[in-house]
């Protein structure tokens, strides 16, 4: 038995349960379509009667995607939430498909018929309108054969070389030896634009005598009207440089009159002939004429010549003029024509009317002939002319036409053949403003309504046939571009082939759509309207062609600037100019006029070639239907490695998304992911990278978010898709289609401005799923202790192993990012571990900001890519624990001077400093040094403090956890003073320089802005302060500098009290300022830096006082000292004779104020002290010879100090570098210093202090 059927389940849909979208194509031969989104659960007829309410009975069909669904279930089917939705009109009533056939077969005739006929703008006589009648006549039958024929004749191509112009089109197009030309029942110029031409007859030419006077009336027709003509010229001479020339000109309007200078239709027959005595010479007219005229001429004269004298002497002839109606009997005679003693060529003539009709004219010449060689008086009948009082030209449309009346002279005579003018069309053109209006204008756009509506068109096409919103669009873009088409068809061309070549100009194409013409063109602004993956497409294929690239095109073109004469320019590719390019292609270009277009246009299709090379071809369903031609999309597809994924969108929590499919993410790259949403829009999102394979992705942001079944692409930032134009759409059966892409190539725009970018094809590399590096990579600080006790810092980086590929082993790297190399350059290898260990440690790293990375090695010997972790900082918690603190903390005297001595601090983490401050408290002390090890003169009376500090890795500074401290009195022994000056005492009398001025008792730096630009002066809180705090200096006055007599080493001593502040603390508020405990901040200490600097000089060459006048308070030569140049000071012994000092006071930070309460300085001679600074010594020891401070030779010292008999030799090393000092070859001459470390010798940089007398 058969098994019984399951019964059909039912649904019930809620209210809130989605949306649906429905299209609605309202009619079957038109794009036209509205898209709605209706709430699910209402069934396909509610869904049709809300998007379609005015319908009525009109028959459709529905589809649930491609599916039909049968109009008896229209009721009883409800669509789900996600479910696409179309209706689609059809075709109703009797002979459908015939109607069909002729709505194809109309359209055919509308082009295939014009290409038969010729040129639907030659067509210039009646004569041609009835050929052009029958031949889209017989197109019409011929296609109701085609109807009901089984196999139908294929389609012939045009032949009439529109597209492709034949060299007498060419030569047409172009100025150049052009010459007028009598065209009967040939083709009416059209003007597009603006041109020189050189206007065809519009009716014979023809003489006439006016007196002795010969005229020539022309008529020309320059074409359909109306036009704007002007800058007439015969060749290139302007037409007013002639004389006897009148003009007549009719623009082609329907209100023209007739013209005067022209007034009838008048044949002449130019005649040769010889009238004898009494021969009877006849000449036919032609029909229908209400006029004739005769002309004779004698062309060497009438006289006879005197043998004896020469003279020519009169004499007489006669010819009469006779007339007959050929329908009638005799002759009548018209008029009698004399010549008399004309002694140059002579012209008689008469004009006779007639009742019309056709007449015989006959000449008989009464005077008897001589004929000896002594006589002229030879006549000829040289022309008959026939004139009907009917108008010249007959024709439905207005002509543009230009009469001329010009008398023969010695500046024009013979054939007027060159005669050209100006012309320029007019019509209906958009202004971007005000609308269509009447105007002149050469924008493509304006041309191209010109051509479908302008009388020149048989079959004018009305306005509700042409897509005018786009053309208006079309016109500004071509007024932006200066884009132009300026050209005068005379060659037989078809409509749609006219209008190519004009959108050729424009860079676009003609197209239909919804019926009407239209244009498409490269609008890079215009919005996407749909998106393809492999998801919503099949069928993909491509199609590029390879070819030569040409290094150039001969770009061939009508140039106005040289009278409308052919030309070419050389548009060079990128790259390549005269001296190198040697490919060339030739390009036409239709209506181009200007050189500045030619190479516009040029760069054009060289871009074109390069940023467009190939083709896309996919087949879709009915979500083609958004599109039309040269519509913008969005496109994907793995097969040309465009996108890294594609699918429809499974839920969304938050920033999380997830999709129906894996993706995979690499570390150190950006991914994006765009989303079609139900309403057709595109929404683009930044990812957060989670390095391996994932379906779950979190968002980067804020912005809008998909709904569950939205399509998705997935790729690398800025190429997750590239955008393409529809360049065709070929519809198939069930609502689908096969789409052609190109590349949008936005670039094209700019090609003619720059260099022409590279095409980018926006590949992205997949990474293949068996060659994964590690995942979820991880650093952490961490102390380890070793086997010695000692406790370091390393960082722990741990991984994850990938799903796939067989892992051999681990490799990692780092990198410290503070050296500034990027790329592959500055990585150190770490650790090479075997699987499946998935960690290691690093140790040895300094503060700062490290990247690691790690890979994966294969079994067969191949690697993965690096998984990098950026920028991981290292903070060194353990290290930056505090140094121990200094002990025993004293003072000694050496050479007078007090110095602080204490027991240096060992610790693990390397070598230590001591920073030395003065000042009340740590906190709000100043910094006056940082040395190595002790001891450290001091400067002055005060409470100084001493810490550890040291840097155990770059960017950590530690401290001691309790800096020691010492209160100093007495801190140099007087003796043999000279002189001493307190600088605040004396109200800081010196000179101020930069930012450093005199505040009430002390002295500090100020505001570095210029308050003279304070918008408002008043309310600027603190104008000392403006502008963030400042440097300068202070130097004592001339007044106080010190003049010992003669040059001798003298021991100089300082007492300096300095601070600082924040620029926003008020300390003018406080009524005890010094008494203040904890004033300033450490901060504030820190960023500020004040110390003394000395001059010293010379004997004075002018001085007048003696060398031992000692206390001379103010020598008057004092601004003749040669000064030596400004050095920071410490304490000790300086050789001169004058002293002089400068306080420097700078601040790091624009917030920090340097405040100095108190600046002395003493000076005594003590023994003689040699200073020698910043000495190399090699490791084999250096030796020295003693040298005075500023003298220019060596010289002894005599002894040293407390009887020594040699000096004493005090060795500072530099830089905080270890050693022990050896002396040898001590004497009162010199030395010999060396440094050892461990008992070798090492290389050192020191100071030495050498003491004595």
Not at 112 to 117: D, K, M, N, R
Not at 392 to 421: C, E, H, K, Y
Not at 721 to 750: G, K, M, W, Y
Not at 1210 to 1222: A, K, P, R
Request: one cysteine or more.
């Amino acid at each position: 038995m058969l098994p019984a059927s399951e019964p059909l389940r039912g649904e019930i849909l809620p209210p809130d349960a989605g949306m649906v979208d429905v299209i609605v194509l309202r009619h079957p031969l038109r794009h036209e379509r509205s898209i709605v989104n209706l709430p699910a659960g209402l069934s396909l007829a509610e869904l049709l009667a809300r998007a379609w309410p005015g319908r009525g009975s009109r028959p459709m069909l529905a589809y649930l995607g491609e599916d039909v669904v049968p109009a008896e279930l229209w009721g009883r089917v409800r669509p789900k939430p996600g479910i696409v939705v179309t209706f689609r009109a059809t075709m109703h009533g009797k002979g459908v498909l015939r109607a069909l056939a002729f709505v194809a077969i109309a359209i055919a005739a509308i082009v295939v018929g014009p290409w038969i006929a010729g040129a639907l703008f030659a067509a210039g006589t009646t004569a041609f309108l009835v050929t052009s009648a029958l031949v889209s006549g017989a197109i019409t039958i011929g296609g109701s054969l085609l109807v009901n024929a089984l196999f139908p004749v294929a389609k012939k191509p045009s032949n009439n070389g529109a597209l492709a112009p034949n060299e007498e089109a060419q030569r047409i197009s172009s100025l150049q030896g052009s010459q007028n030309q009598a065209r009967p029942f040939g083709s009416i110029p059209v003007v597009l634009g603006q041109h020189r031409i050189s206007p065809p007859f519009a009716a014979k030419p023809y003489s006439e005598l006016v007196g002795d006077d010969q005229y020539l009336r022309l008529l020309f027709c320059v074409g359909y009207g109306p036009l704007v003509i002007d800058e007439f010229r015969i060749g290139e001479t302007p037409i007013e440089s002639f004389s006897g020339v009148e003009l007549e000109v009719r623009a082609g309007y329907d209100t023209d009159t007739p013209t005067a200078l022209y007034p009838g239709q008048v044949d002449q027959q130019d005649l040769s002939i010889v009238l004898g005595y009494n021969e009877l010479v006849k000449r036919m007219t032609e029909p229908d004429i209400d006029e004739f005229s005769v002309d004779i001429a004698a062309p060497q004269g009438i006289y006879i010549v005197d043998t004896t004298t020469g003279a020519r002497n009169g004499l007489g002839v006669h010819v009469r003029v006779f007339y007959r109606r050929i329908d009638q009997g005799g002759f009548t005679q018209a008029s009698e024509l004399a010549f008399w003693r004309e002694l140059g060529q002579a012209r008689r003539g008469t004009s006779v009317s007639v009742p019309r009709g056709q007449y015989e004219i006959m000449l008989v010449r009464i005077s008897p002939t001589i004929g000896t060689e002594d006589v002229a008086e030879q006549v000829v009948w040289t022309a008959l002319r026939s004139i009907k009082r009917a108008q010249p030209i007959s024709f439905p449309a207005p002509l543009a036409l230009v009469a001329i009346r010009i008398r023969a002279s010695d500046q024009l005579s013979g054939v007027v053949d060159t005669f050209n003018v100006r012309v320029r069309s007019q019509g209906l053109s958009y202004n971007g403003a005000t609308g269509w209006v009447q105007s002149m204008s050469r924008n493509p756009a304006d041309l191209f309504r010109k051509v479908l509506q302008s009388p020149p068109n048989s079959m004018p096409v009305h306005d509700d046939g042409i897509d005018i919103p786009t053309l208006e669009r079309w016109w500004l873009f071509n007024n932006l571009n200066n884009f132009t088409y300026d050209s005068v068809v005379e060659n037989a061309t078809s409509v749609y082939e006219r209008l190519v070549l004009i959108c050729v100009a424009g860079r676009a194409v003609p197209t239909f759509r919804d019926g009407k013409w239209s244009v498409i063109w490269d609008e890079f602004d215009a919005p996407v309207v749909q998106h393809f993956t492999p998801r919503n497409s099949s069928g993909f294929s491509s199609e590029r062609v390879y070819q030569r690239t040409p290094h150039g095109f001969r770009v061939k073109f009508v140039n106005a600037a040289k009278g409308y004469a052919a030309d070419e320019r050389i548009v060079y590719d990128d790259g390549y100019d005269a001296g190198n390019a040697t490919l060339f292609e030739s390009i036409d270009l239709d209506g181009i006029t200007s050189s500045d277009l030619a190479w516009k246009h040029g760069r054009y299709h060289i871009a074109q070639a390069r940023l467009r090379p190939e083709k896309y071809q996919i087949r879709v369903d009915w979500e083609h239907l958004r599109c039309t031609r040269g519509d913008r999309v969005l496109f994907a597809h793995d097969i040309i490695k465009v996108g890294l994924g594609y699918g429809r969108v499974k839920s969304v929590a938050d920033n999380v998304v997830t999709v129906d499919d894996i993706v995979t993410m690499e570390v150190g790259k950006a991914y994006c992911i765009r989303f079609r949403l139900a309403n057709g829009t595109s929404v683009l999102r930044q990812l957060v990278t989670t390095e391996g394979e994932v379906s779950a992705l979190t968002l980067d942001g804020d912005g809008a978010l998909p709904a569950p079944g939205d399509l998705f692409l997935f790729g690398e930032t800025e190429r997750e898709s590239i955008v393409c134009r529809v360049f065709a759409i070929e519809h198939q059966d069930d609502l689908t289609a096969r789409l052609t892409l190109v590349d949008d190539a936005p670039a094209l725009i700019n090609a003619d401005r720059g260099v022409i970018p590279p095409f980018d094809s926006r590949i992205s590399q997949p990474a293949d799923p068996f060659t994964l590096p590690p995942k979820s990579v991880t650093a952490k600080e961490i102390i380890v202790q070793g086997g010695s006790g000692a406790t370091t810092a390393v960082v722990r980086l741990s991984w994850q192993a990938p799903r796939l590929g067989r892992v051999r082993a681990f490799e990692a790297q780092w990198r410290d990012e503070q050296v500034g190399q990027g790329g592959e350059q500055g990585w150190s290898s770490a650790q090479t571990v075997a699987a499946p260990q998935q960690w290691i440690e690093i140790g040895g790293l300094l503060l700062g900001s490290y990247s690691f990375r790690v890979r994966s090695l294969f079994d067969d010997g191949t690697v993965s890519s690096w998984a990098v972790l950026p920028a991981s900082a290292i903070t060194g918690d353990l290290l930056a624990k505090p140094l121990p603190s200094v002990t025993r903390l004293r003072s000694v005297f050496v050479d007078g001077v007090r110095n602080l001595a204490w027991d240096e601090v060992r610790d693990w983490r390397g070598a230590v400093l001591y920073e030395i401050r003065k000042g009340s408290t740590w906190a709000g002390s100043f910094l006056i040094e940082t040395v190595a090890h002790p001891p450290f003169a001091v400067l002055g009376d005060d409470t100084y403090w001493i810490a550890a500090v040291a840097k155990p890795i770059s960017n950590l500074t530690v401290y001691s956890a309790a800096p020691a401290s010492i209160v100093i009195t007495g801190a140099t022994l007087v003796g043999n003073v000279v002189v001493e000056f307190d600088e605040k005492a004396t109200a800081w009398s010196g000179t101020t320089f930069g930012t450093v001025a005199v505040s009430g008792t002390d002295l500090r730096t100020g505001g570095a802005g210029d308050v003279l630009t304070i918008p408002d002066f008043l309310g600027t809180p603190s104008l000392l302060d403006y502008g963030g705090g400042g440097s300068g200096a202070y130097e004592i006055p001339n007044t106080h500098f010190v003049d010992v007599g003669r040059v001798v080493a003298c021991a100089v001593t300082v007492e300096l009290h300095a601070s600082a502040i924040w620029s926003d603390q008020d300390i003018l508020t406080e009524p005890d300022f010094l008494g203040i405990q904890d004033l300033l901040t450490a901060e504030a200490a820190r960023e500020v830096e004040v110390f003394i600097e000395i001059a010293l000089g010379e004997n004075d060459p002018l001085d007048i006082y003696s060398t031992v006048d000692t206390y001379e308070p103010a020598d008057v030569y004092s601004q003749n000292i040669q000064w030596g140049p400004w050095q920071r000071f410490s304490a000790g012994s300086y050789l001169a004779r004058h002293f002089k000092f400068r306080l420097i006071l700078n601040t790091l930070n624009p917030r920090a104020i340097a405040i100095v309460q108190q600046f002395k300085f003493r000076v005594d001679v003590p023994d003689r002290i040699d200073h020698l600074t910043n000495i190399a010594i090699p490791a084999e020891g250096l030796a020295i010879t003693y040298r005075p401070d500023n003298a220019p030779a060596d010289a002894p010292f005599h002894g040293g100090p407390n009887g020594a008999a040699n000096p004493y030799v005090n060795v500072t090393i530099l830089d905080g570098q270890d050693g022990v000092l050896e002396l040898s070859d001590e004497s009162k001459v010199g030395c010999t210093v060396r440094i050892k470390a461990g008992g070798i010798g090492v290389a050192r940089t020191v100071n030495i202090d050498v003491q004595g007398y």
